[in-house]
């Protein structure tokens, strides 16, 4: 890691993790949740003091997201994160704003201590790691051990390298494919509800069937998996397209790697069914056969190879990150309809001999989206595996099918849901939501709602009256303002650099359209959009003034709005502004100001500008 201007350190993201600020949103969160169930009730202060103990131990989860030029990066974070009483569920989306601008939340109900996570910190590995020791410190308070904790042992000294990187060599290209999948579908839940049912099973059962079949647990359950669908939803008959399970891969084993960053890759197993009711031995067949040729390290380095590479490109590289952002999400779900579901499997979980008497297992829960409606994880603890499904559906209907085929097979299941579908087996371990987040989305869809139809009604009204001038385009755009601040800058709790740029070219618009709906004197170009440049140029200063200790934050948005104050010249050069004294004053100023918080600034500015400028 590398520092910034305030001494703070600061890193790239990982090849697999800079994708995922790109592509999360309420609906897509990317956050994954283990749990560690004990068998006693949980004490928040010894859980608040365990968290804080053992942070510092993890230096690759001690950071907050921050925008460059061209990537996100990670900046370290010095607060203190808090832990809270599970009252949502599970797999939120993490709003760092809400979060002390941390990018996991550890949150704790009755006997469980939840640790979530969002993927571009690290991957299963890496969270089993951290829950581990969190667990432990807090049962180490819980004894009355309060001494210091001592460094982590050597076996889990790792660092959050970027091994994708280290482990890169060129290749021929692979491309992932695209080809859609069957999609699950059913009755959804209302907006952020999200069912869950956990199947526990006995790991000597599991690993005597999968003997009889001749295969490893991994491929048995993917084949279960890939039948239940193709009997629940399919009912057993030929389809056009193909049912894909997306199965990630530790790439750890492979490579001798133990970085706390992201290291994993996607292996995409695919079954076409081409015929009726086919047996489930012939898909364990196919599903056993494509793991063993997918699942080498040959052709996990072609994976590597191939998203390494991408990243490499220089045209890749020079392109801004907004325009990522819109590409790359692009890309993304075009590449995700080729999954139908993902299974993820990230082994048994073990903590120390001394404490597993008071710790009763762990289990694994990964956020669903709206390409993969139904996820599920897989973790095992002594000879305890919990395989859980999270879905947006209201019914239980695959679930029930494929623990049915685990069942038929000699593995019984032991249930648990949180309440929502098979509510036989809600043990009451879960939080009852008390109150409904769709209800807060639809009041903001009812305000989109009035601002349309008082677009409408004052439409028909310039229409109905007309007598020459269509007043009523200034107020459809002052109407669309509103819905653009409410939006970008009050939803999304926008920092106020970037909402003061949004505001900005929001006026600036607005100004334009008044003034050509007014008879278009040119007042607009001439003082009106120099005069909001130059406006957001002091309140730009005013804001790295008032916030010194934090000035990086605003510095970008003063180079942005620099870079606007030159447009009023290039209007003027095109011959749109006949009085350019409040361009040539904006731009001076705008220079004058920047080139100030440079000489100001002196080396901790470079540094700034490398570090957001990396390419």
């Not at 069957?182 to 690993?207: C, M, S, T």
């Amino acid at each position: 890691m590398k520092k910034n201007p305030q001494g703070k350190w600061w890193r790239r993201l990982d090849n697999t993790g800079k994708i995922f600020p790109l592509i999360a949103n309420e609906n897509l969160s990317n956050v994954f949740r283990i749990t560690a169930t004990l068998k006693e009730d949980v004490r928040p202060e010894l859980l608040q003091r365990a968290l804080e103990d053992v942070l510092p131990h993890f230096e690759g989860f001690q950071v907050k997201l921050k925008r460059g030029f061209f990537w996100y990066y990670f900046e370290s974070n010095k607060r203190t994160p808090l832990i809270e009483q599970e009252s949502g569920y599970p797999c939120r989306y993490i709003d760092p704003k809400s979060n002390q601008l941390f990018l996991f939340r550890v949150s704790y109900y009755k006997h469980r201590i939840h640790f979530e996570v969002f993927h571009a910190v690290t991957d299963g590995m890496g969270a089993v790691l951290f829950i581990r020791a969190l667990v432990t410190r807090y049962l180490q308070l819980k004894r009355g051990d309060v001494q210091e904790l001592k460094p982590m042992p050597e076996e889990n000294a790792v660092e959050p390298e970027d091994s994708y990187l280290k482990n890169y060599r060129k290749l021929p290209k692979k491309r992932y494919s695209s080809e859609r999948a069957v999609q699950l579908g059913g009755e959804e839940l209302e907006l952020g509800a999200e069912n869950v049912i956990h199947g526990k099973v006995k790991v000597p059962e599991l690993k005597a069937v999968c003997k009889r079949y001749g295969v490893s647990i991994t491929k048995y359950l993917a084949a279960c998996l890939i039948w239940s669908i193709y009997e629940e939803y399919l009912e057993g008959q030929p389809c056009d397209r193909h049912i894909g399970v997306n199965l990630p891969i530790n790439l750890r084993a492979f490579f001798g790697s133990r970085t706390m960053s992201n290291f994993f890759a996607v292996t995409a197993i695919d079954f076409k069914p081409d015929e009726a009711h086919m047996a489930f031995e012939r898909i364990l067949e196919l599903v056993s056969g494509q793991m063993d040729e997918k699942i080498v390290k040959e052709k996990l380095e072609e994976t590597i190879s191939y998203n390494v590479s991408n990243e490499k490109k220089w045209y890749v590289r020079i392109i801004p990150l907004c325009v990522k952002w819109a590409a790359l999400g692009f890309i993304f779900r075009r590449n995700d309809r080729a999954h139908t579901i993902t299974l993820s499997n990230i082994g048994p979980i073990s903590v120390d001999e001394e404490y597993r008497d008071e710790v009763e297992g762990f289990h694994l829960i990964i956020g669903v989206s709206r390409q993969q409606p139904v996820k599920c994880g897989i973790c095992s603890y002594g000879e305890d595996m919990v395989i859980s499904f999270t879905t947006v559906f209201a019914d239980a209907r695959l679930q029930r099918r494929f623990f049915g085929k685990l069942e038929g097979d000699g593995v019984k299941a032991q249930f648990e849901s949180n309440g929502i579908a098979m509510p036989e087996a809600d043990q009451k371990n879960y939080p009852e939501i008390g109150y409904d987040i769709s209800k807060w989305k639809k009041l903001v869809w009812i305000f989109y709602a009035v601002l349309a139809a008082a677009a409408v009604i004052v439409g028909v009204v310039n229409l109905a009256t007309y007598s020459g001038r269509w007043w009523s385009v200034i107020a459809i755009f002052g109407i669309a303002y509103a819905g653009l601040t409410m939006r970008y800058s009050i939803l999304r709790h926008a920092n106020l650099g970037k909402s003061l740029m949004i505001e900005t070219l929001g006026m600036a618009v607005l100004l334009l359209v008044t003034d050509h709906v007014l008879g278009y004197q040119g007042w607009s170009v001439n003082y009106g959009i120099p005069s909001i440049i130059l406006f957001a140029d002091i309140a730009i200063v005013f804001l790295i003034l008032v916030n010194r200790m934090n000035w990086q934050s605003y510095f970008m948005y003063q180079i942005a709005i620099t870079l606007f104050s030159f447009i009023p010249i290039a209007l003027w050069a095109a011959g749109f502004i006949t009085q350019p004294v409040m361009a040539i004053i904006t731009v001076i100023l705008s220079v004058l100001i920047l080139t100030m918080t440079v000489l100001l600034g002196d080396r901790r500015v470079k540094n700034e500008l490398i570090r957001r400028f990396h390419l």
